[in-house]
């Protein structure tokens, strides 16, 4: 009888979700839009156009088109590869040093030091098939100094 009730319970909670993937979402266009608020500053909007593709070492190339307020467009490149189950090796063209990329849950965690000696602490969550909540914290010798809250979506 146990095993009947456990055998309803687990056709009732439906299928298990499958953790997310950062080199699927990323792979192919996906379009960000958001603001940026700045400590001092006041608030920027910001929207992102990425478009990502494998590479021949089974990384993902990620380049961006970033728009922030009235500010020139700058371009940027990541470069990210799975190393084991839930942690990536990862490389930005705006950081000083490596990027540390580890799944939690069914979120990623972002860290990083960008080249302006800026602590960077980002989290992507899923927030449907074709979208993601960024929401990004910026410090200065351990103070926040901007904050980042962008939707991003698959466009293929």
Do not use: C
Not at 57 to 68: A, F, K, N, V, Y
Not at 69 to 76: H, W
Not at 81 to 92: D, I, K, M, V
């Amino acid at each position: 009888m146990n095993a009947l009730i456990a055998a309803a319970l687990v056709v009732a909670a439906g299928p298990a979700e499958a953790p997310f993937d950062p080199i699927s979402f990323f792979r192919g266009r996906t379009h960000g839009e958001g603001i940026v608020k700045i400590i001092f500053t006041g608030t920027k909007q910001v929207s992102v156009d990425s478009l990502g593709h494998d590479e021949k070492d089974g990384s993902l190339l990620l380049r961006q088109h970033i728009h922030e307020g009235t500010k020139p467009v700058r371009v940027r490149y990541w470069r990210l590869r799975q190393t084991t189950p839930g942690h990536f090796a990862g490389t930005l063209s705006d950081a000083a040093g490596p990027v540390e990329v580890d799944l939690v849950g069914n979120a990623v965690h972002i860290r990083y030091t960008d080249k302006d000696h800026l602590n960077i602490d980002q989290w992507l969550r899923p927030s449907g098939p074709t979208t993601l909540r960024n929401r990004m914290r910026v410090k200065r010798f351990g103070i926040v100094v901007a904050h980042v809250d962008e939707v991003i979506r698959k466009l293929d």
